[in-house]
Nanobody, 127 residues
Framework: QVQLVESGGGLVQAGGSLRLSCAAS????????MGWYRQAPGKQRELVAA???????SYRDAVQGRFTISRDNAKNTTFLQMNSLKPEDTAVYYCAADQYCTGSGCYARWRNGMDYWGKGTLVTVSS
C-alpha cells in the first residue's frame, strides 16, 4: 500500500510560480511511475504530467514548457514545478502512483488514472 501526501499549493498571481511536492511512503518508490493530475471545479480530472520508473517525462499540451515533473528516489518524493501560471491552471492537484504499469509506454493507461492517490492540494491562480 502506497500513501501519498501533497504539499505546496496556494494562491499565486498569474505569471507566478509554485512548486508542489508529493511525499510517498509504503512500497518501493523507485519502482513506481508517478503522476500529477488536476481537477478544476465542474471539470473532469486530467493528467498534467507523469514520470516513468526510468525517469521519462510526459506532459499535457496545455502545460508543456511551463511545468516540470521530477522525482528524487532517495527522498521518496516527486515534484511539480509550475511556472508562468495562468488562471486556467486553478484546480486541486493530486499526486498519484502506479505500481503496475511503470514504463514510458504506459501514458495511455495513466490518462485514465493510477493505482494510488493523495488527497490533493489546491492551487489558485488570480488574474
Amino acid at each position: 500500500q502506497v500513501q501519498l501526501v501533497e504539499s505546496g499549493g496556494g494562491l499565486v498571481q498569474a505569471g507566478g510560480s509554485l512548486r508542489l511536492s508529493c511525499a510517498a511512503s509504503g512500497g518501493i518508490f523507485s519502482r513506481n511511475a508517478m503522476g500529477w493530475y488536476r481537477q478544476a471545479p465542474g471539470k473532469q480530472r486530467e493528467l498534467v504530467a507523469a514520470i516513468s520508473r526510468g525517469g521519462t517525462t510526459s506532459y499535457r499540451d496545455a502545460v508543456q514548457g511551463r511545468f516540470t515533473i521530477s522525482r528524487d528516489n532517495a527522498k521518496n518524493t516527486t515534484f511539480l514545478q509550475m511556472n508562468s501560471l495562468k488562471p486556467e491552471d486553478t484546480a486541486v492537484y493530486y499526486c498519484a502512483a502506479d505500481q503496475y504499469c511503470t514504463g514510458s509506454g504506459c501514458y495511455a493507461r495513466w490518462r485514465n488514472g493510477m493505482d494510488y492517490w493523495g488527497k490533493g492540494t489546491l492551487v489558485t491562480v488570480s488574474s
